[in-house]
C-alpha cells in the first residue's frame, strides 16, 4: 500500500505562487508515476502534471504548461519519494483542491493525466488564488 501526504496549499492572490509538496512512503517501488490532480465542486477530477518516478520524464496540461513545474526527490529509491509542485504566476482559474497520486502504468500505453489510471491518492490540500 502507498501512503500519499500532500502539503502546501494555500490562498495567494494572481500572479503569485505556491509549492505543493507530496511525501509518499512505504512500498513506492510498486508504483512508476505519481502525479498531481485537481478538481472543484462539480467538475471531474483533471490532470495537471505527471512525472516518471527516478527518471525525468514529466507530462503537463496545456492550462498550466509554462507555468507550473513537477519535480521529484527520489534519493531514497523505492522506499519514498517526494514529488512537488511549483506553480508560479497563478490564476484565479487554479483555485482547487489539489491531490497527489501514484500508480504503475504501461509505458506508451496508458494517459499520464487520466485520473481513472491512478491507484493511490492523497487526501488532497485546497489552493485559492484571489483575483
Known amino acids: 500500500q502507498v501512503h500519499l501526504v500532500e502539503s502546501g496549499g494555500g490562498s495567494v492572490q494572481a500572479g503569485g505562487s505556491l509549492r505543493l509538496s507530496c511525501n509518499a512512503s512505504?512500498?513506492?517501488?510498486?508504483?512508476?508515476?505519481m502525479g498531481w490532480f485537481r478538481q472543484i465542486p462539480g467538475k471531474e477530477r483533471e490532470g495537471v502534471a505527471a512525472?516518471?518516478?527516478?527518471?525525468?520524464?514529466?507530462?503537463?496540461?496545456?492550462a498550466v504548461k509554462g507555468r507550473f513545474t513537477i519535480s521529484q526527490d527520489n534519493s531514497q529509491q523505492n522506499t519514498k519519494n517526494t514529488v512537488y509542485l511549483q506553480m508560479d504566476s497563478l490564476k484565479p482559474e487554479d483555485t482547487a483542491m489539489y491531490y497527489c497520486?501514484?500508480?504503475?502504468?504501461?509505458?506508451?500505453?496508458?494517459?499520464?493525466?487520466?485520473?481513472?489510471?491512478?491507484?493511490?491518492w492523497g487526501r488532497g490540500t485546497q489552493v485559492t488564488v484571489s483575483s
Open positions: 497520486a501514484a500508480t504503475r502504468l504501461r509505458v506508451g500505453y496508458d494517459d499520464p493525466l487520466d485520473s481513472t489510471n491512478y491507484n493511490y
Open positions: 512525472i516518471w518516478i527516478g527518471v525525468s520524464s514529466t507530462h503537463y496540461a496545456d
Open positions: 512505504a512500498s513506492i517501488a510498486i508504483t512508476n508515476i
